[in-house]
């Protein structure tokens, strides 16, 4: 995982790791790089959702979710960043999104 990882990314590429088929190589993917190219499927995108949102005590709203959203760990990370109200994680996204629960 590289050093310089927020807590947000962090607990995306360890929701990766634990939830789909990516395993310990989710530590060691590019934060841009293609999630689906690197061998996500779209049921293990399910998975790792529901333990994001569950470990960041967040719901991802309905018109956020989908296959952009697990475009990278670096998108996926920008939205929950947005989520748990962290503006420096999310990149200096404007971009209004739901609230938690």
């Not at 310089?4 to 790791?17: D, F, G, K, M, N």
């Not at 088929?21 to 790792?48: C, E, K, N, Q, W």
């Not at 309905?62 to 952009?68: H, L, P, Y």
């Not at 670096?74 to 994680?89: P, S, Y």
Request: aromatic share 2%; proline share 4%.
């Amino acid at each position: 995982m590289p050093e310089s990882a927020t807590p947000c990314e962090h607990a995306v590429r360890e929701a990766l790791a634990q939830h789909s088929d990516l395993g310990a190589a989710a530590h060691d993917l590019p934060a841009d790089g293609d999630l689906y190219a690197a061998g996500l499927t779209s049921l293990a995108s399910v998975r790792v959702m529901l333990a994001l949102e569950e470990r960041l005590s967040v719901e991802i709203p309905e018109e956020r979710i989908g296959r952009a959203l697990f475009s990278s760990i670096a998108h996926l990370t920008g939205v929950l960043a947005e989520l748990t109200g962290d503006r420096d994680q999310a990149g200096g996204r404007d971009q209004a999104v739901g609230a938690g629960r």
